[in-house]
């Protein structure tokens, strides 16, 4: 599939139809693993992509808003029902940082990707639908026609659970090298006006054989029902997926969902996280940060008085529910620019913790900690790219972080991170974990 400049374009044919199935990821036992993947188990929100009908990337910087705000433009026409509460049909991410050196396993992502799928199978409140889209070219209608009768002939019917046993992984990451680049922030944060920076690290997992992404995923999904499961597989066949707790931005017309999602602690620690001035700072950041970055693109902002604790499986979190009225006419592209990258995955000032990682991280963090999703017209979610993992055959990638600031230490930092790459671990092993 050419990939199509922001501006230009041909529109798609699509149609839609309700399927006999309940679940989207059953498809992988039809149609082979799916080039992208998304579920929110507890909005019973799920959809799973085949093929490309078409691409955007963005290659540099300046492309990005514009490659973005195409996505939220109608070029589809719908042969039948229009379906109204399908996500996409725009699905993909983009990196943590525009700049910065690529490494080779992440080239095939690219700076920013978005594909509409050939098939699009989604689940809305119990239901099943399958959405099949092509290019407007001679024969569209009869191409989607055929795509939608493969699928409803073959799609199965039953759930998808994890299916292969649980392996044992051999895992390596430095933990002195993290500890020492906590301690230099530490230092910084001391001596300096920086307040806060989130520091990532790498963990390299094998296993004895490929991973099984769609095994991968199934368990994802089980263990953490409060995150966002997504797949994103780049041409090349590598996949980064993830199960993340936070939202970027949701949009539904004017109507803006967001949240602050920092500070932590280790499950059953609630009284201790509250009471913890060092990540009630590190959670403030965040909070303060957003009100103000949402200024310039809403007409009005509210926030939760307080931030409640947010328990998952492995850790919990301060969180605080933030929402607002976007001003007429402003779409997704701006408001992921006004709040990517926050002081959640990023820190505070902005600048100035950009600049600390640049320096002294030497990380390519890829997509890890970038806004990742859906775009379709008019509405959008995209979360951000955490607890995840770049996997290719029996190697995986993952990445975790954790928010500095004065009072900090890095051997709790270091606990934090390993916390939070257990629901990973877990997804991709289910068994023993050996470290090195
Ligand atoms: C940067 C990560 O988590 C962020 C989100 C929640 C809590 C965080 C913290 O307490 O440091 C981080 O800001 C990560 O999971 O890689």
């Known amino acids: 599939m050419t990939p199509l400049s922001p501006a230009e374009g041909p529109h798609w044919v699509a149609g839609m139809m309700l399927l006999a199935g309940v679940d989207p990821l059953a498809g992988a036992g039809s149609l082979g693993v799916p080039s992208l993947y998304w579920e929110r188990p507890v909005d019973r929100e799920a959809a799973a992509g085949w093929g490309e009908a078409g691409v955007r990337e963005a290659h540099v910087a300046t492309e990005l808003p514009s490659v973005l705000g195409a996505l939220g433009h109608d070029s589809v026409r719908w042969l039948g029902p229009v379906p109204t509460r399908m996500p996409g049909p725009w699905f993909g991410g983009m990196r943590f940082s525009p700049t910065g050196q690529v490494d080779g396993a992440w080239r095939s992502h690219g700076l920013a990707r978005w594909t509409l799928p050939e098939v699009l199978v989604w689940r809305e409140d119990n239901a099943l639908y399958v959405a099949a889209f092509a290019t407007e070219a001679q024969g569209g209608e009869d191409t989607v026609r055929s795509r939608l009768e493969r699928v409803r002939a073959s799609f199965p019917e039953g759930y998808r659970h994890a299916q292969g046993a649980p392996v044992a992984l051999r895992t390596s990451s430095s933990r002195r090298d993290f500890e020492a680049l906590v301690d230099r922030a530490v230092e910084a944060i001391s001596t300096g006006p920086l307040h806060k920076v989130v520091l990532a690290r790498a963990m390299d997992a094998e296993g004895p054989e490929p991973f099984d992404v769609v095994d991968v995923l199934a368990r994802l999904r089980e263990q953490n029902p409060r995150c966002a499961t997504f797949l994103f597989r780049a041409p090349d066949g590598t996949g980064f997926l993830g199960a993340t707790p936070e939202t970027l931005c949701r949009v539904d017309g004017r109507v803006l969902e967001t949240e602050a999602l920092a500070g932590s602690a280790a499950p059953g620690a609630e009284v201790a996280l509250d009471a913890s001035d060092k990540d009630q700072r590190e959670h403030a950041a965040v909070v303060r940060y957003i009100l103000q970055a949402l200024q310039p693109v809403a007409a009005s902002v509210s926030a939760d008085a307080q931030p409640s604790v947010l328990a998952l499986k492995n850790v919990m979190h301060l969180r605080t529910g933030i929402r607002a009225r976007l001003g007429e006419g402003v779409d997704t592209a701006q408001v992921v620019t006004a709040l990517h990258p926050t002081p959640a995955v990023g820190g505070a000032p902005r600048e100035l913790a950009l600049s600390f990682l640049v320096e002294h991280e030497a990380l390519d963090?890829?997509?890890?900690?970038?806004?990742?999703?859906?775009?379709?017209?008019?509405?959008?979610?995209?979360?951000?790219?955490?607890?995840?993992?770049?996997?290719?055959?029996?190697?995986?990638?993952?990445?975790?972080?954790?928010?500095?600031?004065?009072?900090?230490?890095?051997?709790?930092?270091?606990?934090?991170?390993?916390?939070?790459?257990?629901?990973?671990?877990?997804?991709?092993?289910?068994?023993d974990v050996v470290r090195r």
């Open 365 to 431: 963090r890829g997509w890890y900690a970038g806004p990742v999703g859906w775009v379709g017209p008019g509405r959008a979610h995209l979360v951000v790219a955490l607890r995840s993992a770049l996997v290719r055959g029996a190697h995986a990638r993952l990445f975790v972080g954790a928010g500095v600031v004065a009072g900090s230490s890095a051997e709790s930092e270091w606990r934090e991170t390993e916390m939070k790459s257990l629901a990973m671990l877990r997804a991709l092993g289910g068994g």
